[in-house]
């Protein structure tokens, strides 16, 4: 066996390739966001147009403003702050949540008994409004502790109803396999039951990412922890600062979308331990 | 070797099993033949300890089978040589590269199961069957899909085994080069064999 070809005329070579591969899925990344922000910008003209320059920005403020709110914004200490605190509550209610719901899916599939005493608990957890519980909490513990609770209660049932329905799918004919094979309990979960989990796993984070942060941020919006992003998007709604609201509405976004991205990077490398 | 008498098996009203016995030498291939439905898989089953019999008594526990199922329920997410390592205890896995042979699978053991044919994937549920260590090899249809003189070859390494193998086959040359055949007509199958 040759050793690879790592000579100095190749390099430029596959540099080149992976450019080109960047290039591409810039490509297919950039015309979408692209189209929607052109859309954004000829909605606020419109709006600028009608109101004749008095006040466009209370109703919509172009990106130009947004981004320019959003840059000011990223220069301060507060913002950090915000986005630090929001991000690890919610993220501690996610964790928590995603723990929480598994074990029940786990408990209501093992045990009938189990299944008839929890799900209607969990139904009822679902169907109910966000904003009750986000009282009832605020009631029973701290502000701080608000958005973990109730992301963490939000994300429950998601997991819990995927999980189930994924733990009940398993191809009955590898169980049986598993048990001819004589292979223990655990063997059975790390060879059989999280593989064909994978793609209930897949769902049940990223869905669960996104409630999070709804949940956790509405939370923040109404019980004021400090500081938080939810704080400080109740401060603009209470000086009518539209461009901010928009700029913290794209970090609450763009962070929802880099820990659903960071959670799918996570399952992926799991993933791949059930081939090494 | 005397796998079980006065065996009762029904689903429902249908007796597949009625007070059967069955007896085959202790050591090579004894080949089980008989029409579609007549219950060959379901004795076979029985034997793995996977049915419960209704009657009767089976004198191996199911800790002392190897069974090879009609499908052949490869894990999609494991390769060929994996499958062999995850029912061969860490102080086996030097056996690996036998086993493969014995299947002709050599040069695969990095291959995923997507990546393989109809018949190489039942040459690896057998393989796998035979990692495991079994005072008696219970396997259902393992050469279906199997070209046949490979199939032959193969037949002649497990009649090699220490252990005696009960196979499935509704292919005559199969039949022709096993050490016992068992005829049954049923159902419900009534034989005392052989």
Redesign the interface.
Known sequence: MGSPDISPSRLPLQRGGVCSQIGKNLLYALPAPAFWLGVWQVCAFLVDRRLEGRGNELLLPYPATVWSVLTGLAGTGEFWAAVCSSLGRIALGLVCGLGLGALLAVLTCASRWADRLLSPAIRVVRAAPVASFILLVLLWTGRNNVPAVIAAMMVVPVVWDNLSRGIQAVDK??L??G?????PRI?IVN??YL?SLRPYILTALTTAAGLAWKSGVAAEVLCLPEPSLGQRIYYTKYYLDIPELFAWTAVTVALSLILERLLRLALARW?RG??A | MILCEGLTVSFGERAVLDRFSLQIPDRGVTALSGPSGCGKTTLLRVLAGLERPCGGAVYLSPRETAILFQDDRLLPWRTVEQHLTDVLPRERWGEVPALLALAELEGEGKTMPAALSGGMGRRLALARCLALDAKLYLLDEPFAGVDLPRALRILERLRALPAPVLLVSHEPDILAHADAVIELDGPPLVRISP
Do not use: N, V
């Open positions: 004919k590898l049986e396999l048990r001819a094979c004589r292979f063997k060879l059989i593989p993933g059930w081939a």
